[in-house]
C-alpha cells in the first residue's frame, strides 16, 4: 500500500526559505511521477510542480505552476523514494497546506506559512 508522509513545513518571514520532504513506502517510484500540490486558506487544492519520470536512464522532467516558477525547485532521490520541493523568495500568497502526490495518493499534508 503507498503511503506518502510530508514533512519540513513551518512558519517563516517573507522572503526565507522551506524545503519539503515527501517520503514515499509501499513499491518502487522510480518510474512514476511525483508532485506537489498545494491548498491555501479558503482556496481549492492547486498544482506547484512535478517531476515526470520520461524514459530510461532514468529521466526526468520538471514543470512547476507560474505563480512558482523561479522560485521553487522540484527534485527526486530515488534511493530514498523521496520528492523534494525547496522553496526560496517565499511570498505570503505561498500559504497553504503542501501535500505531496504520487499514483493518485496524498500525504497528510503540512503547513507552509508566510509571513509579511
Known amino acids: 500500500q503507498v503511503q506518502l508522509v510530508e514533512s519540513g513545513g513551518g512558519l517563516v518571514q517573507a522572503g526565507g526559505s522551506l524545503t519539503l520532504s515527501c517520503a514515499a513506502s509501499?513499491?518502487?517510484?522510480?518510474?512514476?511521477?511525483m508532485a506537489w500540490f498545494r491548498r491555501p486558506p479558503g482556496k481549492e487544492r492547486e498544482f506547484v510542480a512535478v517531476?515526470?519520470?520520461?524514459?530510461?536512464?532514468?529521466?526526468?522532467?520538471?514543470h512547476y505552476a507560474d505563480s512558482v516558477k523561479g522560485r521553487f525547485t522540484i527534485s527526486r532521490d530515488n534511493d530514498k523514494n523521496t520528492v523534494y520541493l525547496q522553496m526560496n523568495g517565499l511570498k505570503p500568497e505561498d500559504t497553504a497546506i503542501y501535500y505531496c502526490?504520487?499514483?493518485?495518493?496524498w500525504g497528510q499534508g503540512t503547513q507552509v506559512t508566510v509571513s509579511s
Open positions: 517531476v515526470n519520470w520520461v524514459g530510461d536512464s532514468p529521466q526526468y522532467s520538471t
Open positions: 509501499g513499491r518502487t517510484f522510480s518510474n512514476y511521477a
Open positions: 502526490n504520487v499514483l493518485a495518493r
